[in-house]
DNA sequence: TTATAGTTTAAAGCTACTTTAAGTTGAAAA
DNA sequence: TTTTCAACTTAAAGTAGCTTTAAACTATAA
């Protein structure tokens, strides 16, 4: 029987909505209808999709990720560029990691700056920093 | 004298236009024009833009953003609630890594499919193992 | 003095969705 | 049996966060 959109959405922690969208995008070609055109969805479609988040997650656009699907509709001959495809995404995903920790660092900062401007009542206490410390 | 825009772009990674934007979204009141209406930025904001592309990085929409400016103008009325902000940012950008590790382990097994795929010669070595691995 | 490089604004274009509107279908309640 | 309700369908419009384009202005270097 598969999944209604309904079901496959809440499956995958996706909108209905979204999932129509990238079906028109040409993401999720295998998805099936029955005769009344409702989409039935299989496991192997929820995959799709959990495949589908993972290369979004790193910042892949629609478009290379529709790509990509083309490639493995292409089989065994798509092999190796499906292969440098998941190890540059590696790299990619590997810097935007190292970027979020530069990120939480500057807010441990902000952390920081706030409890002690609380403690002693006001932000003046972190004046003429200026070459570390913005206003902002 | 401080810095053009192009300089200022420059300086924090940041098109020109997407400095622009913020300006006429709110994100940056302090900015200066000199008699021509030519934008002249200082280092504390370039410092503000470094705290805006912070909050951006933890997925923080521009709105919220601009209300988080505005109680930066408030002052010392608003340290606990802008330090209660990025406690919660903390924790927002503590999740994406988390999650970006995940998919980062994701991409290791696609990888390692892909990788024993091409020394076989054909992906079918991974057949039957529909629960794990799915065919896109 | 005239290029050219950089600035300005407003408006249009783009991506990745989300929302709305209007219609269809199947099952359960009256 | 009828009707009502939730869930599905499509097309089109709306939104966020930029980017690009067009037309105008300005400062400097040749």
Redesign the interface.
Known sequence: MGYSIGGASQKAGISASTIRYYEKEGLLPSIKRDKNGIRSFT??DL??L???E?LK??GMPIKDIQKF?NL?AD??NS??E??EL??D??AV??K??S???E??K???F??WY??T??EA???KIHANK??I????
Not at 133 to 136: A, P
């Open positions: 496991d192997e995959q799709s959990k495949i589908i993972c997650a790193t699907i493995c089989g065994d092999l190796q499906r292969y998941f190890l995404r590696k995903v590997q935007q990691i970027e979020l920790k990120v939480e500057m807010i441990d902000k952390c706030y409890k401007a609380i009542g006001t932000e200026s070459k410390i913005s206003t902002v």
